[in-house]
């Protein structure tokens, strides 16, 4: 590191603004496109990948301040499990169209299938917009066996076992490893899941296959579960400061419009991404402004601090290693 990389270290960390990489999907929308003309479908907001804006640690990656500050910038919990990588992965997903039908492995199963460095993909979403009638798929309909499921993927009749699963803005959907799901178009969302992109495609809507998206059909029935169902907090059921969802690698929960305090003790770093309107973060001795879709990891050492509104609202996810 540089010598100023090093005086980083050797002082208080205050949060860390996060770079987006945007993706362009074939199913991708325009609302995550600054100009409005990509079809934008992943926007990754918080990622070992992502680039540090500013600050002493400018352009540096996540997972490089990850090695460089451990602890310090994980927290206890955090760096437990990191296995040397920032460990969650935050996404704003944009659908204009289906997403293809899908399935994700389990620790277990992606060190066995993809090598023994790669680690599941358990994941949640929130809500943010949905057009009238939006829905997911979200598991399979009750009594399917395997040899129907086989028989399905193979002859292309995939959705006759389907479940369907209506959401509204403000609803979280917890979607264990082993769930085959899909986004239904009209929908703009933040999901939060382990630092793992493994996705294995069921099917893709009678889309050509290429070597871009390719089918996975040995992959996805190898780590199926038949029974998996998700979990869904709707939004009338929220409550702000109470965790939308938690399981072993993230809790997520909500904040605004009005001010939020989050304190002390802190076992792990927040990664916070601004979902509406504009905010500050108000800590001991800093202060950052944050603007709609934008992200920043709140080291752990950084201690409490506030979210204030800039301007007349904000509401901003935070998630964490519980």
Known sequence: MTGAGLAFLAGMLT????????????????RLDPEGVRSIGEAWVVHGSNRIVGGSLDGR???QATAALGERLLGRRGASAAGG??????KLLDAADWLSVQVHPDDEQAARLEGADQVGKTEAWHILEAAPGARVIAGLRDGTTREALERAIRAGTLLELARYLDVRPGDTVFNRAGLVHALGPGLLLYEVQQSSDITYRVWDWNRPASPERPLHLEQSLAVVRLDARPEVTRADAAVDGVPLTSCP?????????GPATLGTPRPSFDALTLVEGAAVLRGDGWS???GRFESAVVPAEAGAYRIEARGDTYRALVARVP
């Open 288 to 290: 950052e402004e944050i």
């Open 249 to 257: 690698y993230f809790a997520l929960e909500r904040f605004g419009p």
């Open 15 to 30: 949060p860390l603004r996060i770079a987006p990489v945007l993706r362009e999907r074939v199913w991708g929308g325009r």
């Open 85 to 90: 990588r920032f460990p969650l992965l935050v």
């Open 61 to 63: 990656t996540l997972d």
